[in-house]
Each structure stands twice: as structure tokens, then as C-alpha cells.
């Protein structure tokens, strides 16, 4: 079974400018959630997609936003970017429902310069 | 709304020895609990998943966890680590009434395991 799949690896971008992160969850999982993985700032929750809908969402600016496909797999766009975006983005997928952990891609390093 | 704290940000300990990893959570609803690690430049893995009935979890690679719900803890051990298992270990809560599976997680431990 393929794990979850982000892309690109490493994403390099100067201030002002737009990213554009991609997930890919496992096959029957339709939950996508975002995190941020900043420098001693530990583990932030950004974003919760189901069937193509946002479900719930962190404590972040609305320039961070996304979407889920019909495939399900989703996007996160950060745009205006700031030095202080530079972190990991780490998606994970789940099925949907209560009681089912979290599936966990191995991120996108996001660096603003 | 929920918390956890992890209350060592770093752990240092010699290989075959035995480590434990404290977790302590706050939460006005009863909550699952998971413990994950993330080797290096990875994404986090789940090592186990404490969701109802016996309160000692085992999980992956020899580690186990134990719920205590009076003191709110869900501390992880090992009784023997190897040099591999150096990471960083985190413990995360989500409600067991809410909707989805979100996750709140503490700061993180890091392991060190020394020769």
C-alpha cells in the first residue's frame, strides 16, 4: 500500500511569493489534514478536508489556504509569504470517522528567503 | 479545548538501557491518545494508539504505553533502546466525540541514544 506522497520535497521561495504544497493520501482515505512544522514552534494543526470540503481549521491567517479534489488528494497555497512560513508541511490522511489515526507523508520543506 | 505536555524536551540514554517518555494531557473531554516518532528529515510515524479497554498499549519496535486517566498521563517506555532509536517522539490527543481525527500534539522529546 503506498503511504502518503507530498510534493515537492523542497520548495524555495522568496518573501511576497505564493507556494503551492501537494498531498496525496492513501488509496480509501478521504480526510486530508495539514500541519506546520516550524522551528520551535512544535506541530500546528492548519487545515481539515473531507469529501472535498473544509472541516475545520487552525489558528492561521487566511492567506494559508487549500482545497481537496475529487481524488482527494488536496493542495495547500500559502500566499504573501513570510520568513516566518520557512517549516515543514507535513500532510496526513485518514478514513473517515472517529478513532482512526493519522497517516503521515514525510512533508515538504518550505524555505522563504 | 485540549493540551499536552511533554515534559522532557530532551532525553539522553546509553543503548540498552531503558527510557520512558512522560506525557500529560488536559482535556474537558475524554479524549484517544497516540504516541508517533519522526526519524530525521522524515514525516511521524504512529507507534501506537490508545483508544478504549486495556490501559497498557503495546505497539511498533518494543514500545508500550500506559493510561492513567486519573493523572491524565499516557507516558511512553522502552525497556531496552537501540541506537536507532534516536528521533523525536511526540504524544497527541484527539476528542473521541469530535467529527474528524484532528490532532493536538505536545512539544516533542527528543531521544539520544549513546553507544
Known amino acids: 500500500e503506498a503511504g502518503v506522497t507530498q510534493s515537492p520535497t523542497h520548495l524555495i521561495k522568496t518573501r511576497g511569493q505564493q507556494a503551492t504544497l501537494r498531498c496525496s493520501p492513501i488509496?480509501?482515505?478521504?480526510?486530508v489534514y495539514w500541519y506546520q512544522q516550524a522551528l520551535g514552534l512544535g506541530l500546528q494543526f492548519l487545515l481539515w478536508?473531507?469529501?472535498?470540503?473544509?472541516?475545520n481549521r487552525g489558528n492561521f491567517p487566511p492567506r494559508f489556504s487549500g482545497r481537496q479534489f475529487p481524488n482527494y488528494s488536496s493542495e495547500l497555497n500559502v500566499n504573501a509569504l513570510e520568513l516566518e512560513d520557512s517549516a515543514l508541511y507535513l500532510c496526513?490522511?485518514?478514513?473517515?470517522?472517529?478513532?482512526?489515526?493519522?497517516?503521515f507523508g514525510n512533508g515538504t520543506r518550505l524555505t522563504v528567503t | 479545548a485540549q493540551s499536552v505536555t511533554q515534559l522532557d524536551s530532551q532525553v539522553p540514554v546509553f543503548e540498552e538501557a531503558p527510557v520512558e517518555l512522560r506525557c500529560n494531557y488536559s482535556?474537558?473531554?475524554?479524549?484517544?491518545l497516540f504516541w508517533y516518532v519522526q526519524y530525521p528529515n522524515q514525516g511521524l510515524q504512529l507507534l501506537l494508539k490508545y483508544l478504549s479497554g486495556s490501559t497498557l498499549v503495546k505497539g511498533i519496535n518494543g514500545f508500550e504505553a500506559e493510561f492513567n486517566k486519573s493523572q491524565t498521563s499516557f507516558h511512553l517506555r522502552k525497556p531496552s533502546v537501540h541506537i536507532s532509536d534516536t528521533a523525536e517522539y511526540f504524544c497527541?490527543?484527539?476528542?473521541?466525540?469530535?467529527?474528524?481525527?484532528?490532532?493536538?500534539f505536545g512539544g516533542g522529546t527528543r531521544v539520544l541514544v549513546k553507544p
Open positions: 497527541a490527543v484527539s476528542e473521541s466525540k469530535a467529527a474528524g481525527n484532528k490532532l493536538t
Open positions: 482535556s474537558s473531554v475524554s479524549v484517544y
Open positions: 488509496s480509501g482515505h478521504t480526510s
Open positions: 496526513a490522511s485518514s478514513v473517515t470517522g472517529g478513532a482512526r489515526p493519522l497517516h
Open positions: 478536508y473531507d469529501e472535498g470540503e473544509e472541516r
